[in-house]
Nanobody
Framework: QVQLVESGGGLVQAGGSLRLSCAASGRTFSSYVMGWFRQAPGKEREFVSSIAGSSRYADSVKGRFTISRDNTKNMVYLQMTSLKPEDTAVYYC????????????WGQGTQVTVSS
């Protein structure tokens, strides 16, 4: 498994932008599918985006969020633009080996709060 540490959360006004970062340890990072999930108060954790050779997005963030990775630095990023109050949540970085269907590595989460 890889160890994951998120950073970059904070408080932003609606319409603003934030970039989340996820630092991964481990020599197998490049063979991992990396993803971002989020959990709002009182709601279940939900998929936001993932990246392997290509990227995927939840419909709710498509066109506003962009995921990227730098395998030379063991980093994953989530650029969030046009933020809405409903984007308020704890955002988690997650990873899984390409051959696995379950995200087994998780960070501790970073809070994103979007004020109206």
């Amino acid at each position: 498994q890889v160890q994951l540490v998120e950073s970059g959360g904070g408080l932003v006004q609606a319409g603003g932008s934030l970039r989340l970062s996820c630092a991964a340890s481990g020599r197998t990072f490049s063979s991992y599918v990396m993803g971002w999930f989020r959990q709002a108060p009182g709601k279940e954790r939900e998929f936001v985006s993932s990246i392997a050779g290509s990227s995927r997005y939840a419909d709710s963030v498509k066109g506003r969020f962009t995921i990227s990775r730098d395998n030379t630095k063991n980093m994953v990023y989530l650029q969030m633009t046009s933020l809405k109050p409903e984007d308020t949540a704890v955002y988690y970085c997650a990873g899984r080996p390409y051959y696995d269907s379950v995200f087994g590595s998780w960070g501790q989460g970073t809070q994103v709060t979007v004020s109206s």
